[in-house]
Nanobody, 128 residues
Framework: QVGLKESGGASVQAGESLTLACTISGDIVGTVCLAWFRQPPGKEREGVAS???????????DYPDYLKGRFEVWQDSPDKPMYLQMNNLQPEDTAMYYCAADPSPDGPFCYPPDDRYWGQGTQVTVSS
């Protein structure tokens, strides 16, 4: 069984911060790669950050310069949640945020192999 559940989404004002959590359970505890994705309204889902759990290496999406450096992803131990700290949130960060797992990544940005490896999502809304 695979369990991924996001929490922490909220409605905030521009400039505020949020920390999302992804609780992991079942067969994917200790999996190689975890990731955060988001889907803005009317747009396709996009990657936000990947975390290689055994090394702690993190990779972030290539955002415009004015958006870079605002997000941080981490996990304290394989049996703990994965977190996404988001600072200085902007309206363009409004999206449904998903956590995901990839047991066999083939690049720096992992991607779930099938629908089982996605969470249900948590909504983040940023007002200007």
């Amino acid at each position: 069984q695979v369990g991924l559940k996001e929490s922490g989404g909220a409605s905030v004002q521009a400039g505020e911060s949020l920390t999302l959590a992804c609780t992991i359970s079942g067969d994917i505890v200790g999996t190689v790669c975890l990731a955060w994705f988001r889907q803005p309204p009317g747009k396709e889902r996009e990657g936000v950050a990947s975390l290689f759990t055994r090394t702690g290496a993190a990779y972030y999406a290539d955002y415009p310069d004015y958006l870079k450096g605002r997000f941080e992803v981490w996990q304290d131990s394989p049996d703990k949640p994965m977190y996404l700290q988001m600072n200085n949130l902007q309206p363009e960060d409004t999206a449904m945020y998903y956590c995901a797992a990839d047991p066999s990544p083939d690049g720096p940005f992992c991607y779930p192999p099938d629908d089982r490896y996605w969470g249900q999502g948590t909504q983040v809304t940023v007002s200007s």
